[in-house]
């Protein structure tokens, strides 16, 4: 469609992939680092006395997305059913292990995938180590070493459903809605926080956009997509490391982005510091909630920015049920660590 409407048929709309992914990923990694933005401080900071500020922000970030996507897919412009999010099949048992253990992950690495590219683009060298070995993990659950038994399991735990059952009804879409509104309204979130979770929202709407409208080639179709740093982060580090065998995608570009437009937010805002791990045994913590993100990540399609953001804003059931095993990981993990920490007097810095 871009190439048409600036009369330029013959550009190659792949090449301009990795660039929109850049764009916005800069614009994310900005937004993410000043405000701090991720699920699993929504998480942990509630409880009895309340839901947090955060968890406010990010309802109002999935509001947004979910508002701009179905609007791109009223008017005809995206057809979500070409997406990986629409599927005959519900792998109900990978989505609710893989969502349980990346919720556990992000908990003992104190930082959902999203935050820790932030974190490390500030400095944090705990933040790249956990990163580093979240894309290995991803990549080898995708198309290494853990891919077979992956698909095993999830063929095994896969449900068939009718045509039309992958996508939530309508009762369900606006009970869905009236409850994230609920969220937004008792989490008391401020103007400066609220702002920033519809910023990421209306991002994730933007990358809908990028490449399922802009960037659409006629000749060679493929599947629209928005932000997703499970497979974005493995595509990067492959593409790193074998970049004269292949060109970079949406994901790869993405995350670049994201890692320089936070960093230039935190140089701006005098947060750059370098931090490592205080002790072998936070990381060794750290390690392992490494590991189990990377997995997770794939098994449930996703992580709190793929699967929760840019895969419910289809109103897909498969990325509901990921995201709702997700944050009960977090709460799970964040109650046992808790105990732990309360009689241990350890509680490792972010």
Not at 158 to 187: C, E, N
Not at 318 to 326: D, E, S
Request: glycine share 14%.
């Amino acid at each position: 469609m871009l190439a048409e409407f600036a009369g330029f048929e013959d550009v190659d709309l792949n090449a301009i992939l990795p660039v929109a992914g850049l764009m916005l990923g800069v614009l994310f990694g900005a937004v993410a680092q000043a405000s701090r933005f991720c699920l699993r401080s929504a998480v942990v900071q509630s409880g009895v006395s309340g839901l947090s500020p955060m968890a406010g922000a990010y309802a109002l970030a999935l509001l947004a997305a979910l508002s701009g996507a179905q609007m791109l897919a009223y008017s005809g412009m995206i057809d979500f059913s070409e997406t990986r999010f629409v599927s005959d099949t519900l792998p109900l048992g990978s989505l609710v292990l893989g969502g349980l253990m990346f919720g556990g992950g992000m908990v003992l690495t104190r930082g959902c995938a999203s935050r820790l590219t932030v974190l490390t683009a500030q400095g944090n060298l705990r933040a790249l180590t956990v990163l580093t070995v979240f894309s290995i993990t991803a990549y080898a659950s995708l198309r290494g070493l853990l891919a077979a038994p992956r698909v095993t399991f999830t063929e095994m735990t896969s449900l068939d459903i009718v045509a039309g059952g992958s996508v939530l009804p309508l009762a369900a879409a606006v009970t869905l809605v009236a409850l994230l509104a609920l969220i937004v309204w008792r989490s008391g979130v401020g103007l400066r926080l609220a702002l920033a979770g519809i910023a990421v929202g209306l991002l994730i709407v933007g990358g809908w956009v990028a490449t399922g409208v802009l960037l659409v080639d006629a000749f060679d179709p493929r599947p629209a997509e928005s932000l997703a740093f499970t497979s974005g982060a493995s595509d990067a580090l492959f593409y790193t490391m074998a970049s004269t065998a292949l060109e970079p995608g949406f994901g790869a570009g993405m995350v670049g982005g994201v890692l320089v437009g936070a960093f230039v937010s935190a140089l701006f805002r005098r947060e750059l510091r370098l931090e490592s791990f205080e002790g072998p045994e936070q990381t060794v913590r750290y390690l392992g909630g490494a590991v189990l993100m990377g997995i997770g990540g794939v098994l449930a399609g996703g992580c709190t920015i793929g699967a929760g953001l840019t895969g419910l804003s289809t109103l897909s059931v498969a990325p509901l049920i990921a995201l709702v095993a997700i944050i009960t990981g977090a709460t799970v993990t964040h109650a046992m660590l808790g105990r732990d920490e309360m009689v241990s007097g350890m509680v490792p810095a972010e």
